[in-house]
């Protein structure tokens, strides 16, 4: 397959300040398009458009595509776009519809045009898919695979089948599979059962692109701790890590731990330590393997030791190997979710502007903890791309990172934590019931504390109760 070498059509620089454009990066982007002749697959994927003025189907999807690729978040972008003739041009774009052109558009498509450009979306990924494998297998010694769904929460009347997420709250899933850092499958589905529909996105998403005999690692969170997952990647010889957090699920691994001596178990650096355990959960066919690893206590006088259990099946690994690689998932979430995250927090920034006009910008300290490497990823991400984790006009400084025994706030912002874990998983409530008054609330609902959840079940917990009230409310649909 022919490499992707970026090569703009010939980019002049000048000082002008009538040809100034703030993304000269387009350039690229439209060289990247033109290779795989995207375009005109977009043309042959959909036609909606009844008038021929304006700008064309393909003209308005690739405006869409390339204002998105650029770092927008929302279609009143586009008018940007159209008063830039320079970003225009190097796009290769002789006319940019108005985002409220663009709206309508969109609102006309139809599930099966979504689906066919579903299709494109595959195809293009299915051409750079062979250099990533390649590229992991040489640089990894394994092609990393990670399988994640994560909730849109929606309101209004617009969403249909909008149900149930963990939280309670309406909404979809957004499930996605990425092949190293290629993104090679993706579904928005209705809530309820998180992990609805891994199987197809397995087959059709990722079998065909790995070779045969290709190891490959499929890393995901708890959500695909099950038993029909784990045989299926199982069957297709791919090895495996999941997190497994239900109380139920590692009672078992943990009761096997305490008491274990010191000396019974691995140190795998940076003041952990783990080993292997096995046993089948209930109603499983088989018994598994699982690391347990405890971590490396990060407050003087904790009490409890604090642990985490994978379920992984490659026990002749070291310890520490396995827990690196099942980690380095936590690139892959942030780099899916992160922006999910910053912008609830950009949200509240501005819902802080709009009822108090309170002007404060917003600033996010991280941890240096145990991510190290994805954080640092994280970082890069944010320096090369910052806009692309939404539009977060509200903040103040791309997110820093700091050692938490450095900084105040991060010890503080640990302390919160601790205490709202203790309320959830030790029916500790005294430092909660301290802290919750606290937590970012509008109309009675508390945005700043969501319960994760199986959603049919009841819970009277403060976040809980929150939003059934609102629930009950008549007007709210
Ligand atoms: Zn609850």
Redesign the pocket.
Known sequence: MERVVPRPAKVEIGFADDRLTGTGGAALLAEAARRFGLPERLAEAVSVKKRNRGASDAETQWSVIASLASGNGSLSDLDALRKDGVQRELLGLSSAPSGRRAGEFLSRLTKWDVESLRGVARHLSGCVAPEVVSHELEEKGYVPVFVDGTGIEVSGRLFEHAARLYTGERGYWLHAVFVGGLWVSGRLRPGGDVACGWKGQLKRGVAPLLPKGAPAWVRCDAAHCRGAFVEHVRGEGWDLSISVTDPNKCRPALDVVEGLPEHGREDIGKGESATWVRYRPSKWKEEQSYVVVRLRSRRQGELLPRFSVILANRDDLPLAEVVRRHRGKQGHENAFKGPLVCNRFNLFLSRLYRNEGDQQRGLVVMDESHYEQALQGLARQFREEGTRWGNLRNMAEVPLFADSTASRLIQIADLLAWAVWRRYEQRDTRYFDLIVQRFDREGGVLHGLV?R?DPSED?H?P??LSRTFRDRRPDNS
């Open positions: 319960h959840k819970c917990c976040g809980c």
